[in-house]
């Protein structure tokens, strides 16, 4: 929130002396009307104008979430380790403050900050202003419009000597109350979280020193970090970190803390001088450290990718009950034992029910089905179909020796079947 309207720091101001004056002319008409302190009034206006401007003058629609939507944002903590974390806690704290020490009703100040302050991320998510609404920017605001709130009534406390709460202000405390629980109403039953942290937070502390971490342990500790970019998670995908280093980009799972992806930008091996067996300890060291879940349980094979020493491909699959399962992990590992590339498909083994054709039952429906000759062997693997997990017989067929087409049969059903994730024909 805050990084965007830096972005757009000319459009903030110009809002901002719009609102002010918007909201200073009557506030002030008000003040005198009610005997109240023109100065202390105007400030509130004007704060609150502030507060405004930076959270709703339009960014870049083009960079706009989806309407509706907000992301959960990272931790608190996490968030205030960072500028825009620690503005935010600043952003409604002196618009509150002068709200209550201007009005001298604390209960009506209150049900108006409660209406003002969450409905700004509201706002941000409901509309195309280019804003990200995210649920740590919803708390920080809250909890630095609650600071100002508690500074104005001790501010009032000392000044009368005495409680700030009269009795006329305590029995329109309902509006305070009605105004939080509309506001959150409004909120949660229109807007859908995403998980994920914004990217106007950038990386924290613990996120930067994590993803150095983790790029030292695949490309080396000589690896020099060029860049450390976090990217906001969509319905899709959860936020993710991608780390640039002179020898290659590593990506990752910052909610899950795994490895995504990782990629060298050599792509040849570089002559070193572990042997086929000292190579494969290597890349399995470094599955076991990384990869402890994956490679757990799973069957190895390894294979010589290029002429001569290496490249290698490391690659690690699961079966349960002869069904492959949808885990996948491969690590090609050159004759130095460096890493060059990573690809992995993290997915916990589903349960499935018990197969119930034969491979050569499959092996025949698939050749009636698609009129061609089966080539090789079928085997089982587990797919999704529709959302559920199956056990599947993928057939390759063809023909002359040539194949033409991978067929899925259900080997509950006996029905071909479209998977939504197709594993092409070389799955095992």
């Not at 003058?57 to 979430?65: C, I, K, L």
């Not at 704290?93 to 991320?121: D, G």
């Not at 990752?252 to 091996?269: G, V």
């Amino acid at each position: 929130m805050i990084s965007a309207s830096i972005d757009a720091i000319s459009g903030v101001v110009i809002v901002f002396l719009v609102l002010a004056a918007l909201f200073a002319f009557p506030t002030a008409f008000l003040a005198r009307r009610k005997n109240a302190s023109t100065t202390k009034s105007i400030a509130a206006a004007v704060f609150f104008a502030g507060a405004f401007a930076v959270t709703l003058t339009p960014g870049s629609v083009g960079d706009a979430a989806t309407n509706l939507t907000c992301i959960t944002g990272t931790s608190l903590r996490e968030a205030l380790e960072t500028t825009p974390g620690k503005l935010n806690l600043l952003l409604f704290l002196p618009a509150a403050l002068f709200l209550v020490i201007s009005t001298r009703q604390p209960m009506i100040s209150l049900a108006v900050i409660s209406a003002t302050v969450p409905s700004v991320e509201l706002a941000q998510a409901a509309l195309p202003l280019g804003r990200t609404c995210t649920y740590s920017d919803i708390a920080l605001n809250c909890i630095g419009a609650a600071l100002g709130f508690i500074t104005g009534l001790i501010v009032l406390w000392r000044e009368a000597e005495a409680s700030p709460f009269s009795r006329r202000d305590i029995r329109l405390g309902g509006f305070a109350v009605g105004s939080a629980l509309t506001v959150s109403l409004l909120f949660y039953s229109a807007v859908t979280p995403v998980e994920g942290a914004s990217e106007a937070l950038g990386v924290t502390a613990d996120q930067d020193h994590w993803a150095r971490d983790v790029a030292a342990g695949v490309f080396g500790a000589h690896a020099k970090v060029v860049q450390v970019q976090l990217r906001p998670a969509l319905p899709s995908e959860p936020v993710t970190i991608d780390v640039t280093t002179g020898q290659g980009v590593v990506n990752l799972s910052w909610t899950s803390r795994k490895i995504l992806a990782a990629e060298a930008y050599n792509h040849q091996d570089d002559g070193g001088t572990l042997n086929s067996a000292e190579a494969k300890a290597v890349g399995e060291r470094f599955a076991t450290r990384w990869f402890p879940e994956e490679t757990k349980g799973s069957e190895v094979t390894w294979d010589l990718l290029g002429e001569g020493k290496g490249p290698y491909s490391l690659s690690y699959r699961r079966y349960r009950d002869d069904v492959l399962m949808p885990m996948r992990l491969d690590i090609t590992v050159t004759s130095s034992g460096r890493i060059m590339a990573i690809t992995v498909r993290s997915i916990k083994d589903p349960l499935l029910p018990k197969p119930v054709l034969k491979g050569g039952e499959a092996r025949h429906l698939a050749e009636a089905l698609t009129k061609m000759d089966a080539i090789g062997d079928p085997f089982l693997l587990a797919e999704k179909v529709n959302g559920v997990w199956r056990p599947l017989w993928l057939i390759n067929v063809g023909e002359k020796g040539e194949a033409q087409d991978a067929p899925r049969i259900d080997a509950i059903t006996g029905q071909r079947v479209q998977p939504e994730i197709a594993m092409g024909q070389d799955s095992r």
